[in-house]
Nanobody, 114 residues
Framework: QVHLVESGGGLVQAGGSLRLSCATSGSEFSRSDLVWHRQAPGKQREWVTSITSGGIVKYADPVKGRFTISRDNAKNTVYLQMNSLKPEDTAVYYC????????WGQGTQVTVSS
């Protein structure tokens, strides 16, 4: 069983930054692909970014150039650095781990005020 716990969300003004962390359990972290999704109020959940076990990263167009995903295999943790935040980034952010099946955290709220 794999558990994921996100942290680092909060309230920030537009233009500000936040760094989300997602700590995971289990022994297969380094072999896992990792993702961040988000769900804004009244909207469908959407993919934000991903990083493969080999370090290949991809970003959704709305966050390119502003968000950075990274991983620390020694700490079993994935990060999401979010800069130049916009009100439309307001959402619950979820981290996910893919290893045979997908595992998800409980989410952390990010609110960006204008």
């Amino acid at each position: 069983q794999v558990h994921l716990v996100e942290s680092g969300g909060g309230l920030v003004q537009a233009g500000g930054s936040l760094r989300l962390s997602c700590a995971t359990s289990g022994s297969e972290f380094s072999r896992s692909d990792l993702v961040w999704h988000r769900q804004a109020p009244g909207k469908q959940r959407e993919w934000v970014t991903s990083i493969t076990s080999g370090g290949i990263v991809k970003y959704a167009d709305p966050v390119k150039g502003r968000f950075t995903i990274s991983r620390d295999n020694a700490k079993n943790t994935v990060y999401l650095q979010m800069n130049s935040l916009k009100p439309e980034d307001t959402a619950v952010y979820y981290c996910g781990l893919s290893l045979g099946r997908n595992y998800w955290g409980q989410g952390t709220q990010v609110t960006v005020s204008s």
